[in-house]
C-alpha cells in the first residue's frame, strides 16, 4: 500500500474546500446579487480572490506526484467508476424526482460523463492523462536551466500577455482545458524534480501566497475605478483574476510550498488522513450539474444582503457544510466500492492489459 503524504493529502483538502467556496460565492447567488461597490461586494470578492487559485492546485499537485510515475491503467479505470457512479447515481435521482431532466441527451451524457463533459475539470484531466507519459520523459531530458526558463516564458507569456490582450491564441479558455493543466502540471513537475520546498520557509510562502492575493484583488479595485473614471463605465476589472494569470499562479505554487514546509501535528494528520480520499467525491457531487443548477444555484442569495459579518460566517459555514457533508457520503461510497470489490476489479483488469501489451509488443 502506497504511504501518503500528508503534506500534499492537506493541500489537496485546502483546494477542495476552495473550489467549494467558490461555488457558493458564484453559483449560490452572493457575488451576483451583492450591491455593486458596497462593502459586502467587495468582502465577497475578497473571498472569492482568495480561494481563485483552488483548480490551478490540483493540476499543481498532478504534476508534483506523476513526474516519476506512470499512469497505471487500475488508477484510470478506479477514476472512471468513480465518475460514472456519481454521474448515473445523481441522473437516477434527478430522473426520479424532477421530469424535466428527463432527456435523451441527459440520459446519454449520464452514461459517457467524460465525453459529455459532465464536469469540465474531470474531462480535461483524462486529455491530461494522455500526455503525461511524454511530459515526464521531456521533464527529465530537460536541464534544470532549459526548463526554468521555460516556464518563466510562459508564465509571463500567459500570464500577463494573455490575460491583457485575450486573444487565446493558445486556446486556453481562461484555463477550463486540458492545455493549461499540462502546463500546470509541468510547474508541479518542476517543484518536485528540483525539490523547491527546501528553498523558502513555509511562513515566507504563506506570507508571498497572501501577497499575490492583494495584488489580484487590488488589480480588480484599480481597474474597475480607473476605467469608470476615464471610460464612464467598468471594463475588464476582471482581468487578473482568472486561472491563468500570473498572480494565481504564482498564489496556488506558493499556498503548495506552504503546505510541503508546514509542520502537521498527529490531531491534524489523522484529519487529513480521513478527509483526503473523499476530496474528489466532494467536486463531483456538488459540481453534478443537477446539483449545481437545482440546489445550490442562487441558494445563498439573500446572504448578498447580510451584515458583511453574517456574509463571511454564512460562506464558511455553507462550505464547511457542503464539504463535510459530501465527504460523509464519499466515504460511504469509498466503502461500497470496497464491498463490492471495485478495486479488484480493476487490478484484475490491469494485469490482464499488461500481459496482453508483453504478449503482443514484446514476444
Known sequence: MTKRDYHVDLFRIIATIFVTMLHVLG??????????????????????????????C??????????????????????????LFYSLFFAFLFFLFVPETRTAKNLVVAFFPVFGKQWWYISSYFGL???????????????QKMFRNFLIIVLIGIGVFDCIMPID????????????????????????????????TAWK?????????????????????????????????DTFISYISITLVLASVFLFLFCLNVKI??????????????????????????????????????????????????????????????SAIDLIRIQLFKLIRINSFCEIIDDKISRLYIKVFRE
Open 27 to 56: 453559483q449560490g447567488g452572493i457575488l451576483n446579487n451583492a450591491v455593486p461597490d458596497g462593502i459586502n461586494y467587495w468582502v465577497a470578492w475578497l473571498l472569492e480572490v482568495f480561494a481563485y487559485c483552488a483548480v490551478n
Open 58 to 83: 490540483f493540476a499543481l499537485i498532478s504534476g508534483y506526484v506523476m513526474i516519476n510515475k506512470t499512469v497505471k491503467i487500475k488508477n484510470v479505470l478506479k477514476l472512471w467508476f468513480q465518475v
Open 129 to 143: 492523462l494522455l500526455f503525461i507519459p511524454i511530459l515526464n520523459t521531456s521533464v527529465h531530458n530537460l536541464s
Open 169 to 200: 491564441a493558445l486556446v486556453l479558455n481562461n484555463g477550463y482545458s486540458p492545455i493549461w493543466l499540462i502546463i500546470l502540471y509541468l510547474f508541479g513537475a518542476y517543484i518536485k524534480k528540483y525539490d523547491l520546498k527546501i528553498k523558502i
Open 205 to 237: 510562502s504563506l506570507l508571498f501566497f497572501v501577497v499575490m492575493v492583494v495584488l489580484t484583488f487590488l488589480s480588480k479595485l484599480v481597474i474597475r475605478y480607473a476605467t469608470r473614471s476615464v471610460l464612464g463605465d467598468v471594463k475588464l476589472d
Open 265 to 326: 501535528g498527529p490531531f491534524f494528520q489523522k484529519a487529513v488522513h480521513l478527509f483526503a480520499p473523499a476530496t474528489l467525491g466532494v467536486y463531483l457531487i456538488h459540481v453534478h450539474p443537477f446539483v449545481f443548477d437545482y440546489i445550490i444555484k442562487d441558494a445563498f442569495d439573500m446572504v448578498a444582503h447580510k451584515h458583511a459579518v453574517i456574509v463571511v460566517l454564512c460562506v464558511l459555514t455553507a462550505t464547511l457544510s457542503i464539504f463535510l457533508l459530501c
